[in-house]
């Protein structure tokens, strides 16, 4: 830590930019978009109506208006996290899919793009929780995209982002943005999806398998094999239209996870308050 | 939702895999299990119903099905999902909603005669396993049938209500006016105007809040011998504004908020008198009568996909054999239609149907249609869902060349019908396309140059000569709806309200076939290089400058307690408002950060932040840099800060204004707008590959010890460590940090070397004197040697 010759971006930077290199090979580029909001862009336009149970999923803070009164109490929104007022507010956008709408709203099919940007999210902090955080968006959208592709992509992704062979695993989900909507789980990079590590290694288990003793269970996936990690899916019509594309000729992707959970994924890191404390005992080893 | 083993087990003949097994095969098919627990002879399973079925799935009966549907398990046959309800219609009884947009259909069954007391022990221990308590027998058959089959029910003890002239009336309408009401909950809750309610139709008295919670004056009690039990069905956004004005989030709201099909009324309330017959009587229980108020039925829905649709969407290549067997694994009603064919047959067998302005394909086909929801009916049984208006229509469908339109396909017009207003821009979808001639009048095409239509002229479905036809007159145009391909059309199973669009039948498709099976497909090269990014390539550019020059980046919180832009709902007072700065945080970590420096082995603290910040004017990329000194720098911090802006001003041609300070800060947004686009990408070099090391939370004590010798300073700090390293060994501290700090020579002669050891330890706070002791073995070790310590 003491090496001052070799001060190191931050580690949430780091994993942006090799993020962004590695999607800039796939033909991705990189948008970006305000982290004020308004109700619109980020839940309207992405088919997350107002008063529909599906805004649950995006815990809110909303902005106070200065030149009106809201006609809801702090307590109701602080409950449900929902505006259920006329006022149509701003807020603090929970995720960066707002981007995808504004940055479609001026470009043109074939679109691939991803959006590395600060969230908030309504919500008590703990060692897994913040109520910053920053979050990777992805979408592509051309005449002729597949989940198949989708799949594709994130396992390049994730191959390169980790530095290992990187098996991509899709269960049912729900997103009011996708349709069909995936849970995208990768093989944990630290014991290759075995669930177990050799005794006095770091890693992959080589060779044959020796009888359990010499094994521990994996401390990153937990033994499971597998580490739960983004959202994705193809997206909703309705969502197309907003950005004014026909989804009658094109289709597209749209995926969003956690930069922090895939730095503290990547990095051993096991607090994620650990990236905003500016602590330079954590940042200067990197 | 939590399901119960047992519950479940209740539906099949057959026995269910172990439970370990069922949360597999949910959560590759269906819904993630958090956990499993037992509960007696029971297992409890918490499964994560995804939003989209909770229409369907917050019930044992929609488990049960996603369960047969994966495992091939069948289940019990006479479920009674699959049996009507039949009873006489009530005398006593009658209930109506005010406005069938808020209240759609409203069911009431009064039973006679019951006995009120304990449940038996089956029904309390599986309501036990889900976390319900036992109230008693009536109200715990309404508890039970809501988790079974996910329609909320309530009974009323109909003694309690006033009976008019026509009896007894359960009225289903909003407030009205402000009112207080004391809940089951024992709690009095402020209703306002809009908020639906279920009132006494004689009385006017309130009785509950409608798809929330009952009233505490109307509940069962041990006397209680005659009942009605209301199961209704409720506009999802009135109950769930009313519940969340309320903080009243029940199982009942949960569940209606979601969105529920009316169509669960009679079998909620067909297996509660089933119960309620079998454990709350003697032998003069009776079901006195029914009361379904139900003004508006819903035609099944039809939902279409093609082989090659599913096939495209997934990246797969499934089979029609395959597509086959997960639709009747799934039990859905289905064919396999030629669209254009069907469309023809369908429009024949229409002909002489009465035209009606603004009928509704959900509710009023194929009794009645105005010309658009004719040919949207049509394209419903060919399986495809277009858009409802004539206009969407238009704009939806693929143009086709007149010599080329066949039967099946549609021809558009502008009938200049001055009655109604004749749209030149879409509405609903791709809203604003431009239709600039107007279109709004839709027929379907059947060959040899007639066309079927519904017509106001003629007040009915039609069938006559295109050419000449009166309303055709104008024509905007053949359209078609659907390529040639067959379609699988589905009749949607009513509790099925997420499936609505081909997308979700792909999904349902893909999901049941496994994810897990959908290999990896490459894309295609990008036609041109991608954009790069402006303002990320520059924030990269200067965030490499700044650490050529020893910066850390630091990211800090940007809620804080002061600001100018306020937060509504702060999570703290302390957050309350939106940073309006960079350099406020960033000076609290310089001084967070200074007194680490021996630690972190710094002579100076150089730090920097690059982030958004929210002044009123509005929110604006900044950044800030700031140095603060640790002990024995001397350099001046201002200088250091100076020089740092300085090099960026001189390596990015830009020019930012002098600093005058040790913190730093500036519009950074602005600096940028004065940057030409960038032209190439940085290139990026891959860190290493590392693991983070967790740091002490202990305090660190620092030593410093000078030694005279003759030699080289480094060779002295080698010594020195050596010898701290030797007197740690063996217990719970570390020499976390050392460096030399000072160097002269003194007039007697030789060389001082001052060097300073860190020392903490990684489980508790190190006292003085064991660090002392150390030192004192440090300073032996330099005697011994022949040196002198200082």
Redesign the interface.
């Known amino acids: 830590m003491n090496n001052k010759e070799q001060v190191h971006p931050h580690p949430l930077t780091q994993v942006i930019q090799e993020t962004s290199d590695i999607f800039r090979e796939m033909g991705f580029a990189v948008a970006d978009g305000p982290e004020i909001e308004t109700e619109y862009y980020n839940f309207d336009a992405l088919n997350i109506p107002a008063h529909h149970p599906a805004r649950d999923l995006w815990d809110t803070f909303w902005l106070k208006t200065n030149d009106q009164q809201p006609t809801t109490t702090n307590k109701d929104k602080d409950k449900s996290g929902c505006q259920s007022s006329v006022v149509s507010g701003e807020l603090l956008r929970t995720h960066t899919s707002p981007v995808q709408v504004r940055y479609v709203e001026t470009h043109k099919p074939p679109i691939r793009i991803i959006v590395p940007g600060k969230v908030y999210r309504h919500e008590a902090t703990d060692a897994a929780h913040e109520a910053q955080f920053f979050q990777l968006e992805g979408l592509m959208i051309e005449e002729e995209v597949s989940i198949a592709n989708l799949k594709y992509v994130l396992n390049q992704y994730f191959e390169k982002l980790f530095e290992t062979k990187t098996e991509v695993r899709f269960r049912p989900s729900y997103f009011p943005f996708t349709e069909p909507s995936v849970e995208v789980d990768t093989s944990c990079f630290n014991c290759s999806g075995e669930g177990l590590i050799l005794m006095g290694t770091k890693g992959k288990i080589v060779g044959e398998r020796k009888t359990r003793t010499d094994y521990k269970v994996c401390s990153v996936c937990k033994g499971s094999g597998w580490l739960e990690i983004m959202g994705a899916g193809m997206v909703h019509p309705k969502v197309l239209q907003a950005m004014k594309i026909n989804p009658r000729r094109y289709r597209g992707f749209a995926f969003g996870g956690g930069i922090d959970r895939l730095a503290m994924l990547k990095y051993g890191i096991d607090d994620i308050r650990l990236f905003y404390t500016a602590d330079l005992r954590v940042i200067n080893q990197f | 939702m939590l399901v119960s083993y047992k519950w479940l087990q209740g539906y099949f003949d057959e026995p269910l895999p172990p439970a370990e097994k069922l949360v597999e095969l949910l ?6 299990v958090e956990s499993v627990e037992k509960r007696g002879e029971d297992s409890v399973l918490y499964v994560k119903v ?5 229409h369907d799935c917050l019930s044992h009966i929609g488990i049960a099905k996603e369960i047969s549907t994966i495992s091939r398990l069948p289940l019990k046959t006479g479920l009674v999902s699959a049996r009507q309800l039949s009873a006489p219609e009530s005398n006593l009884l009658k209930a109506e909603s005010e406005d069938p947009a808020l209240c759609p259909r409203f069911s009431a069954l009064v039973i006679e005669n019951v006995e009120v007391k304990e449940s038996p022990g089956w029904l309390k221990d599986l309501l036990a396993a889900i976390g319900q308590k036992s109230v008693n027998n009536i109200v715990d058959v309404t508890n039970y049938c809501m988790f079974a089959y996910n329609q909320p029910l309530h009974a009323y003890d109909l003694g309690k209500l006033s009976s008019g002239e026509e009896g007894y009336k359960l009225t289903a309408r909003t407030a009205g006016k402000k009112m207080k009401f004391l809940a089951l909950d024992d709690k009095e809750h402020n209703l306002v105007e809009t908020d639906l309610i279920i009132a006494d139709g004689v009385s006017g008295e309130t009785l509950g809040i409608a798809g929330i919670k009952g009233g505490k004056a109307f509940q069962i009690e041990e006397n209680t011998k005659r009942i009605a039990l209301e199961a209704a069905n409720f506009n ?2 009135s109950i ?2 009313t519940s ?2 309320l ?1 009243l989030l029940t199982d009942a709201s ?1 569940r209606f ?2 969105g529920i099909s009316p169509s669960l009324t009679l079998i909620g309330l067909s297996e509660a008198s089933r119960l309620i017959l079998e454990i709350a009587g003697g032998e003069k229980i009776r079901v006195e009568g029914l009361c379904d108020f139900y003004p508006r039925r819903a035609n099944p829905y039809k939902l279409g996909v093609s082989l090659s649709e599913v096939r ?5 290549d499934i089979t029609s054999a395959e597509i086959e067997e997960i639709l009747n694994r799934r039990g859905f009603e289905w064919g396999l239609v030629s669209p254009r064919e069907e469309i023809v047959a369908r429009a024949k067998e229409l002909i002489g149907v009465p035209y009606k302005y603004g009928s509704s394909v959900l509710y009023d086909a194929p009794k009645t249609f105005d010309c658009s929801s004719f040919t949207a009916y049509l394209c419903a049984q060919a399986g495809a869902s277009i858009p409802r208006m004539t206009i969407d229509q238009y704009v ?1 469908m ?1 143009s086709v060349e007149d010599g080329e339109a066949q039967p099946g396909d549609f021809v558009f017009s502008n009938t200049h019908d001055l009655k109604r207003v004749i749209r030149t821009e879409s509405v609903e ?3 604003g396309t431009k239709v600039p001639d107007g279109v709004d009048h839709v027929g379907v095409l059947l060959g040899e140059g007639k066309v079927v239509h519904a017509t106001e002229t003629a007040g009915k479905v039609i069938k006559e000569e295109l050419a000449g036809a009166p309303r055709f007159q104008d024509l905007r145009g053949f359209r078609r709806a659907v390529s040639d391909g067959k379609r699988y059309v589905v009749t949607v199973p009513d509790e099925r309200l997420d499936l609505r ?1 081909k ?2 039948l ?2 349902e498709i ?2 049941l076939y496994g ?2 099976r ?6 295609s ?3 041109q290089e ?4 402006k ?2 390539y520059y924030c ?1 550019r200067i ?1 490499d400058l700044l ?1 050529a020059k ?10 804080r307690s002061d600001g100018e ?7 703290a007072s302390d ?1 309350r408002f ?1 940073r309006r700065n960079l350099s406020d ?2 000076s609290e ?1 310089l001084e ?2 200074v007194r ?1 420096a021996d ?4 002579d100076e ?1 150089k ?1 920097f ?1 690059i ?2 910040v ?1 002044p009123k004017e509005g ?1 604006r990329l900044s950044i800030a840099l700031g140095v603060k000194n640790g002990r024995g720098s001397a350099k001046k911090e201002t200088e250091e800060v100076k020089e740092i802006v300085s090099m960026l001003s001189a390596e990015l041609g830009v020019e930012f204004p002098p600093p005058n300070g040790a913190v730093y800060e500036v519009n950074l947004g602005k600096i940028l707008d004065g940057l030409p686009a960038p032209e190439k ?1 940085l290139s ?1 070099e ?2 290493l ?7 002490s939370p202990y305090p660190f004590v620092v030593r410093d010890i000078a030694v005279l010798s003759s030699e080289e300073p480094k060779k002295v700090e080698e010594f020195v460590v050596n010898g701290a390293r030797e007197a740690i060994k063996g217990s719970k501290i570390d020499l976390v ?1 050392s ?1 030399i700090f000072d160097v002269f020579e003194p007039k007697e002669g030789g060389k001082s070397t001052a060097v300073r050891l860190v020392f903490q330890s990684s489980e508790r706070t190190l006292t003085d004197s064991e660090v002392n002791e150390i030192m004192k073995k440090v300073t032996e070790d330099v005697s011994e040697k022949g040196w002198q310590v200082r």
């Open positions: 959560t590759r098919y269906a819904f993630e995804l939003p989209d079925r909770a999802p956004v769930s504004k969340r004005r903080s949960r908020e979601n495209n969407w997934l990246g797969l939806w693929e979808f791709m809203a669009i997308e979700d792909i999904e893909g999901r994810y897990d959908i290999g990896s497909r490459t894309i090269g990008f036609p991608p954009e790069i990014n303002t990320a990269d965030r650490r020893g910066c850390s980046e630091v990211i800090t919180y940007a809620l832009v306020e937060l509504e709902n702060p999570t957050k939106l945080a960033l970590s967070i950060n680490n630690l972190l082995g710094l603290i730090i932040e982030g958004n929210f929110e990408p990026y891959k860190p590959s590392f693991s983070y090391k967790k740091f940090n460096r």
